[in-house]
């Protein structure tokens, strides 16, 4: 009579516990399709940018330039009043206590025909998050060199506005051996892109990340 008693509680438990796995695994499950749907909703973004902007095509998901052949050549824009010649060689523009956004502002520099040109020379100067140049230093000044990929990587801060401009980073690429390119790049949805004279659309940055770890990628396209 004792055994009889105890066979059912038995299948009871086992009934309790095959429902509560049953249940940690449609929860696991569930976490790993929104994990899902978000890398791929990131990975979709980053893909419709480099088919609208070719000349700023983003690194592949296997790390190779995004490219084709002929590709446009990267526009030229205005130096404007603050460059200043002589920033050291430095791929990390964010000192201790600075405000802003942190932002990996990475990239390839190509020839018209994909080629990677390594060890081209890619400076960049910048306001700070309130939208002021160091005019007496080298704060938010500085270059790197790209690699045999044609890659570089500089460590800065979003940029802020001042009256008459929208966001922007200044750039000069330098290929070895090869004619300086002044340029500009921009970052999408800010409001007073429209309002910014200089402003270009085939210059904006593709974005990705968050607030943690936003990063902006562009290739320059040098030579026709």
């Not at 990390?92 to 018209?112: E, H, I, K, N, R």
Request: hydrophobic letters at 40%; charged letters at 10%; a negative charge.
């Amino acid at each position: 009579m004792p055994t009889r008693s105890f066979l059912p509680a038995l299948a009871l438990g086992l009934a309790l516990v095959v429902a509560a796995c049953g249940a940690s695994s449609s929860a696991t499950s569930s976490s790993s399709r929104a994990a899902s749907a978000i890398v791929s909703a990131a990975a979709t973004s980053t893909t419709s940018s480099a088919a609208e902007s070719p000349a700023a095509s983003p690194a592949s998901s296997t790390g190779a330039v995004a490219c084709t052949s002929p590709a446009t050549p990267t526009m030229a824009e205005t130096e404007g009043p603050y460059y200043k010649a002589g920033a050291p060689e430095n791929a990390d523009l964010v000192q201790a206590g600075m405000a802003g956004t942190p932002l990996a502002l990475t990239g390839y520099v190509v020839s018209a025909d994909c080629t990677p040109l390594a060890n081209a020379r890619v400076e960049i100067w910048q306001a700070d998050s309130a939208g002021n140049y160091d005019n007496s230093g080298y704060t938010l000044r500085g270059y790197v060199l790209t690699d045999a990929a044609g890659r570089f990587s500089i460590r800065t801060i979003v940029p802020g506005e001042y009256p008459g401009r929208t966001e922007h980073i200044h750039v000069k690429i330098t290929p070895d051996g090869g004619s300086t390119l002044t340029t500009q790049v921009y970052f999408p949805g800010t409001t007073a892109n429209d309002a910014d004279g200089i402003y270009d659309p085939s210059l904006l940055l593709t974005m990705s990340g968050g607030a943690s770890d936003l990063a902006g990628t562009y290739t320059f396209v040098i030579g026709g």
